[in-house]
């Protein structure tokens, strides 16, 4: 008698679209219309940084408009600046009839928000709550942009440039995942450089805190092209389960797109569909890199591009690799 055996079925799940961009709903005289919305206490919300600086007293009244830097997936982020120092921020809007997913990402921010404190992450100094339920994160600005943004304006990166920005992303990893954060969006437009050519990690809204050491993180959350085989296809690669380690292979996709100048998955030009991306990375070869790198290149992307992520190295191992070793420092 024939046995017959159940073909396995993969979990490939994969994430809704992103929600259509939203065109900004205030006015570029945000703060001018909208103090009156706000109130003009300085007191800001009850879930305002303990570690920023709501003791200097910012108010929202205080801040006024200088450009649109972005906008989509319900809010908005502007350049401000405070009237009375003439520093600038960003601050970023997002608005209270949001769908609720971005509703939950928000007030998962701003729980990660309160939690850190690191020169590498992108620093909040105050979150406001407005009546209309509106909630405004004032943030550090970084004035360079994204490394996405300096990969379209300034072309490919070097790899001294690519040390130097391993280094300062694998501290900030180092730090969250230290304090059970993974982040589980590493991509070239969230990670953000300002003119002293820091690199600080921005973003947390599909983040997720750890409460236990071995809790799963397996959620379809994050951008799709970045995310790391575990979390496509968990039944296969998901031994020897480490939540963190699916952060250390988007750093490593995106260091190579950075030297590369396009997604390394794909051809250059081919825009990336789920269908194919979900092959590229369940099954396809691990990425490698052309030849003419350095031995300590390839043998660093070679331990974040791992597929089973028991085997990528730690953000903490990957400080100590030759190849970050050798960052001599921001000569850009």
């Known amino acids: 008698m024939a046995l017959v055996r159940e073909r396995r079925q993969l979990n490939l799940r994969l994430p809704l679209p992103e929600l259509s961009e939203r065109r900004p709903r205030f006015p570029p005289s945000i703060f001018s219309t909208g103090v009156a919305a706000a109130g003009n206490s300085c007191t800001t919300a009850a879930t305002t940084n303990t570690t920023s600086s709501a003791s200097s007293g910012i108010c929202f009244s205080d801040l006024e408009t200088l450009q649109v830097l972005g906008h989509g997936n319900g809010g908005t982020v502007y350049q401000v600046r405070h009237k009375r120092t003439s520093t600038t921020y960003a601050l970023k809007v997002v608005h209270g009839d949001s769908d609720p997913t971005v509703r939950r990402q928000l007030f998962r921010e701003m729980e990660i928000l309160r939690r850190t404190d ?26 360079f942009g994204t490394l996405e943004t300096l990969l379209r304006s300034h072309g490919t990166f070097s790899e001294a440039k690519l040390a130097h920005v391993a280094k300062q992303v ?3 990893l180092n730090y969250l995942h230290s304090h059970k954060i993974i ?24 983040s997720k805190i750890m ?36 952060d250390i292979w988007s750093l490593g996709l995106t260091l190579m797109e950075l030297y590369m100048g396009h997604f390394p998955l794909l051809p250059a030009g081919q825009r990336p569909d789920w269908a194919t991306l979900m092959c590229a990375i369940c099954f396809g070869e691990s990425p490698s890199l052309p030849e003419g790198v350095s031995d300590e290149f390839r043998s660093f992307l070679e331990c974040c591009l791992q597929k089973e992520s ?10 100590t690799h030759p190849f970050v070793c050798k960052d001599l420092g921001s000569d850009w």
């Open 211 to 246: 409460c236990r050491t071995l809790d799963a993180c397996n959620s379809y959350v994050g951008t799709c092209a970045y995310m790391s085989p575990e979390r496509f296809d968990p039944e296969t690669y998901g031994g020897n389960y480490n939540g963190y380690a699916s």
């Open 170 to 172: 694998l501290n900030g």
């Open 118 to 143: 690191s020169p590498y992450v992108v620093h909040c100094h105050s979150i406001f709550e407005k009546p209309s339920g509106d909630i405004a994160f004032l943030m550090e600005y970084m004035d």
């Open 183 to 206: 982040h589980r969006d590493i991509k070239p437009t969230n990670l953000l450089v300002n003119s002293k050519m820091e690199v600080k990690i921005a973003d947390f809204g599909v």
């Open 310 to 319: 028991g085997k990528r190295w730690s953000a903490a191992q990957l400080l």
